[in-house]
């Protein structure tokens, strides 16, 4: 049917009657076959009062119903240049992570249990000797995400005492989210130390007294600070903090465990003295959504056994690809690091490809590290530039591509897809401008 007027469009029952229909509903159910029924009647409604023939009805619902079944959250090539891109969902997995993933989701795992003894085990304590390994501390302990390893080693020594951190480290990190505010929730109340741009260790020193409980260092992570500014050594605050009794945790944010600009490593930091260090899973480390809490044994039992750890621990997925994510930094196959690090000239040639395919032009760009890390960090990079006419299609596209706007046209940065993803990408703007 393609009514054309108003009174020509049958009732939700009468299309519910149509031979395809029926079939939809057979395939998907009553519910995908109303909804989309309901809906493709009401575009009709909407075309037909703007004018335009509503065409054909079937074939509508059909759409309908396909968008209806289609997931939300998908998989998407990121084209903008920018390698942890917290909107795209940070880092991509390295294949050993998602087979560990695979692996120990597909049926029941040994999460609680000790295989050995054959009694009840602890989840923490897979990943805690890789982790060791990795930080050079005691022992380690995995979380929901960096917010939420912040917020329990805060709960777990300061609540109700005092934390100490520098007025130049309170930082948003993003979304509005802001490190004072987290803190404020552990229950641990903030005393603010020094001037936005310089604190010296004499500060801190002045505002230790009797309650406080930490001394709170915040990796600046998504900005720099440059000209008249100072801040004490980790080395400074560790020395201080063993001098009074207090304990030194180090938000480090990004979690940089293999060497990349100036970014803060945790085995520095712990080596540099601070008690605990606390980063993310999905940041530099390139792997799941994850809060590394790592330091002293004493210290991480603390947060182990605190309430707040049942409700911020990970889940098995994330443990499974955490633990695969730290065996792919042993063989240096990490997404997230081979995005970061590979010659422009590579880059090029995969944007060369990419113009070649598309009828597009080779473009010279900057690409950014993201996820609140190097914001000064310029990683330079190609780019296929389009026509700025099909940045909304290919967003709208399957896969959708999401490129960069700049100066009336878009631009594919050939940095952060795979030579595989770039031809994807190429099939994808194909497509497109044969649909216009
Ligand atoms: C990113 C960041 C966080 C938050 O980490 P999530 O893993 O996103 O929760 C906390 N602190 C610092 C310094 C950060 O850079």
Do not use: W
């Amino acid at each position: 049917m393609e009514p054309r007027a108003l009174r020509d469009l049958p009732s939700v029952d009468a299309l519910l009657a149509d031979a395809r229909v029926r079939e939809l509903e057979r395939e998907h159910g009553r519910e995908v076959a109303l909804a989309a029924a309901r809906a493709a009647l009401a575009r009709a409604r909407e075309e037909i009062r703007a004018g335009h023939p509503a065409g054909e009805l079937e074939a509508r619902v059909e759409a309908e119903a396909a968008a209806l079944l289609r997931p939300r959250l998908r998989r998407v090539l990121n084209a903008t240049g920018v390698v942890v891109h917290t909107n795209l969902g940070r880092a991509p997995l390295p294949k050993a992570a998602l087979q560990r993933i695979t692996e120990v989701a597909r049926g029941y795992s040994n999460l609680e249990l000790d295989l050995g003894a054959g009694v009840r085990g602890s989840r923490h304590d897979h990943l805690a000797p890789a982790l060791r390994r990795l930080t050079g501390a005691e022992d380690a302990l995995v979380v929901n995400n960096n917010a939420g390893a912040l917020l329990l080693a805060l709960a777990a020594l300061a609540e109700g005492r005092e934390v100490v951190v520098s007025r130049g480290e309170l930082i948003e990190i993003g979304d509005g989210f802001r490190i004072p505010d987290v803190l404020a929730r552990s229950g641990a109340r903030l005393v603010e130390v020094g001037t936005t741009n310089r604190t010296r260790v004499r500060d801190y020193e002045r505002a230790l007294g009797d309650a406080t409980a930490v001394l709170l260092r915040v990796h600046q992570s998504n900005f720099r600070m440059v000209g008249f500014a100072e801040r004490p050594s980790l080395r400074e605050l560790a020395s201080l903090a063993e001098r009074r009794g207090v304990v030194l945790v180090d938000d480090l944010g990004s979690g940089a465990v293999a060497p990349l600009g100036d970014e803060p490593s945790p085995r520095a930091s712990v080596e540099a003295g601070a008690h605990l260090v606390a980063f993310s899973g999905d940041k530099l480390l390139g792997g799941p959504q994850a809060g590394i809490v790592a330091g002293r044994a004493e210290l991480v039992e603390r947060l182990r056994r605190h309430p707040l750890q049942r409700a911020l621990r990970a889940d098995k997925l994330q443990l499974a690809a955490l633990e695969g994510t730290l065996a792919a930094h042993r063989t240096g196959a990490v997404p997230v690091l081979r995005m970061a690090g590979e010659a422009a000239a590579d880059v090029r040639a995969r944007a060369e490809r990419l113009a070649t395919a598309t009828g597009g032009e080779v473009v010279e760009t900057v690409a950014r590290i993201g996820g609140g890390a190097l914001p000064l960090a310029e990683l330079p990079s190609f780019a296929c530039a389009l026509p700025v006419e099909l940045a909304v299609p290919l967003r709208l596209g399957e896969p959708p591509v999401v490129g960069i706007v700049r100066d009336e046209r878009l631009l594919l940065d050939c940095r952060t897809l795979t030579d595989a993803e770039a031809d994807e990408a190429a099939g994808a703007v194909e497509r497109t401008r044969a649909e216009r």
